[in-house]
């Protein structure tokens, strides 16, 4: 399994590089004019983080576990080795609101997964007298993700649809196949992973051609990331960092945050994605109650001159722990009590007799010995007695 993620992570780099190149030598249309591919503009929403965890922590999450699959990591489940079902809602700049659920499951040593996001902002059309009819724009993201775990390694694959709507002028969509590596190390307080995002994907509604899918078109990401989890003078903590290409221009982030548990309940976060220019930080709170977890990120935005603060919130419920099948099997079987009479009874043997306990023996005599040889030879060799006939008596003269 360990040759298995070597090659996987190599093929990863590898396709990351490939991307890069692609880019850099044909357009949209494929056509080499030394310009970069102009992607993603009609699925700009598939760039937005999701889980104000890992959007607290600077959208670190390739090696990070909670919810986000779809963004961060096609094998992400398996760092949280937990099944779980979550909700988010949120407000991005330009009045865009936000909102989506996610779970998954473990069987065994699979796992699968689902989300479902989108997005909308309203605004007013514009005509030659002045504003007109209201309208609207929204996004629709649903995906889908499959996995294996062994030990201490699990990859993943996941598919996703996306929808792209602006009033009722244009009306783009998008399919994509993703895939994904995770890996523990050093009792599981060391995670690394890799993913490459929308590595194959296809669209349509561009260059006013509604009905022909096109090869592209679709935001493309090659993410490799680590986290760290230990605790620092009593406090638990979790530092994450990722490095994420970014095939529509060619560009590089990293992804960086750090994560304490200040109180038993209670986490702050902080974080920063480098290379983003339009973020300056990001701020965020957990709270955990049992199985029940809150989570709120904040992120101060800048647009030319313009700051706004883009923020999300979710609830997660934590349903359960993965299980390996022995374990599975030993929760099925019933438990059979060892039967007494089946475990081996000690025998007991009769001690010898010492020479003191063969002195202190009482000695037969000779005549004792004889008598009692004689009288067994006359119970064997005496006959049964025969009933004798009566002899008459004289009578009397």
Do not use: C, H
Not at 250 to 261: D, N, Q
Not at 291 to 306: E, K
Not at 326 to 342: D, G, L, S
Request: charged share 25%; net charge negative; no cysteine.
């Amino acid at each position: 399994m360990k040759n298995t993620a070597a090659l996987l992570l190599s093929a990863i780099l590898i396709a990351a590089a490939a991307v890069n190149v692609r880019a850099r030598t044909d357009d949209g249309d494929g056509a080499v004019d030394g310009s970069p591919r102009n992607r993603g503009y009609g699925f700009l929403m598939l760039e937005e983080p999701v889980s104000p965890r890992n959007a607290a922590m600077g959208s670190a999450g390739t090696a990070l576990g909670g919810y986000g699959f779809r963004y961060y990591n096609p094998a992400q489940p398996f760092f949280s080795s937990a099944s779980y079902a979550a909700a988010e809602f949120g407000r991005m700049p330009g009045g865009v609101n936000k909102g989506g659920f996610e779970t998954a499951a473990f069987f065994s040593d699979l796992f699968s997964a689902a989300s479902f996001f989108s997005s909308a902002v309203d605004f007013r059309t514009s005509d030659e007298q002045g504003l007109g009819a209201a309208a609207s724009s929204g996004t629709t993201v649903g995906a889908m993700s499959v996995g294996y775990v062994s030990g201490k390694v699990a990859v993943g694959v996941s598919f996703s649809m996306a929808e792209d709507r602006i009033w009722v002028s244009s009306d783009y969509a998008a399919v994509a196949l993703s895939a994904g590596i995770g890996y523990k190390l050093l009792d599981d307080r060391l995670s690394l992973g890799a993913a490459w995002m929308n590595a194959a994907a296809w669209s349509r509604g561009f260059a006013g051609d509604g009905s022909r899918w096109r090869d592209g078109r679709v935001p493309v990401f090659a993410r490799a990331g680590a986290a760290w989890s230990d605790t620092l003078l009593s406090l638990p903590y979790t530092a994450a960092a990722d490095a994420v290409y970014r095939d529509e221009d060619g560009t590089v982030s990293v992804p960086v945050g750090f994560e304490a548990k200040v109180l038993p309940s209670i986490s702050l976060r902080i974080g920063k994605r480098i290379g983003w220019e339009n973020e300056v930080m990001s701020l965020g709170i957990g709270i955990n109650i049992d199985r029940l977890s809150f989570d709120a990120a904040f992120t101060p935005t800048v647009f030319v001159d313009d700051y706004e603060m883009k923020w999300s919130m979710g609830f997660s419920y934590t349903m359960g722990g993965r299980k390996k099948a022995e374990a599975v099997k030993k929760e099925i079987a019933p438990v059979k009590e060892p039967v007494a009479a089946e475990e081996p009874v000690p025998i007991e043997e009769e001690p010898e007799p010492t020479e003191e306990a063969l002195t202190e023996e009482k000695p037969v005599s000779t005549e004792e010995a004889a008598s009692t040889d004689k009288s067994a030879a006359d119970e064997e060799e005496e006959p049964a007695e025969e009933p004798s006939a009566v002899t008459p008596q004289p009578s009397p003269r």
